[in-house]
Structures are given as structure tokens and as C-alpha cells.
């Protein structure tokens, strides 16, 4: 069956860096575009950034374009998101998602961008 696996969220101060990864498994990752969201308390969730399958192809929220990039290693099916510049309005828990079928998410992991 299909799952998505995020991790490396974490505390970090403003101006920090975190790099999150999804570990993806149950399908053929190569062949379907991946996409990170967030949600943040009392909000609703948002897209973040989308790759296509090959990676050749990246779009991004306005919020985040500049500071955020969207990469896969198809080797390891492996999808991350690099969080450059964190501003505290980055403050969320961030989500691996699939579309094939169906919609698939990742538990989350928790990003939180305080002093």
C-alpha cells in the first residue's frame, strides 16, 4: 500500500534552515508528480511547492518562492523540501501529498520557526 514517511521538522530560529524529506513506498514513485503542503493552527492547509515526475519541473507557493526548493531522488524515492530564510509565518506542519487515483498524505512532520 502506499505511504509517504516525512521527517525532518524540528524547532529553528528566523533566518534558519531545515531540509524535510518524504520517503514514499506502495507505488511507482518515477512515474507520478509529488507535492509538499503545510497547515499551520487555525488555518487551512496550503500548497507549498510541486515537482513533476522527473523533477524537471517546480512551482511555488508565492510565499515561499525564492526560499524553499522542491528536489526528488527517484533512486531512493525519496521527495524533500529545502527551507531556506524560515520566516516565523513558515510555522506549520508540513505534508508530503500523491495524487494517483486517489489523494495520499504523510503523517506530517512539524516545523516551528521561533527565537
Known amino acids: 500500500q502506499v505511504q509517504l514517511v516525512e521527517s525532518g521538522g524540528g524547532l529553528v530560529q528566523p533566518g534558519g534552515s531545515l531540509r524535510l524529506s518524504c520517503a514514499a513506498s506502495?507505488?511507482?514513485?518515477?512515474?507520478?508528480?509529488m507535492s509538499w503542503h503545510r497547515q499551520a493552527p487555525g488555518k487551512e492547509r496550503e500548497l507549498v511547492a510541486t515537482?513533476?515526475?522527473?523533477?524537471?519541473?517546480?512551482n511555488y507557493a508565492d510565499s515561499v518562492k525564492d526560499r524553499f526548493t522542491i528536489s526528488r531522488d527517484n533512486a531512493k524515492n525519496t521527495v524533500y523540501l529545502q527551507m531556506n530564510s524560515l520566516k516565523r509565518e513558515d510555522t506549520a506542519v508540513y505534508y508530503c501529498?500523491?495524487?494517483?487515483?486517489?489523494?495520499?498524505w504523510g503523517q506530517g512532520t512539524q516545523v516551528t520557526v521561533s527565537p
Open positions: 501529498h500523491l495524487v494517483t487515483a486517489r489523494s495520499y
Open positions: 515537482i513533476t515526475n522527473g523533477g524537471g519541473s517546480t
Open positions: 506502495g507505488f511507482i514513485f518515477s512515474a507520478y508528480a
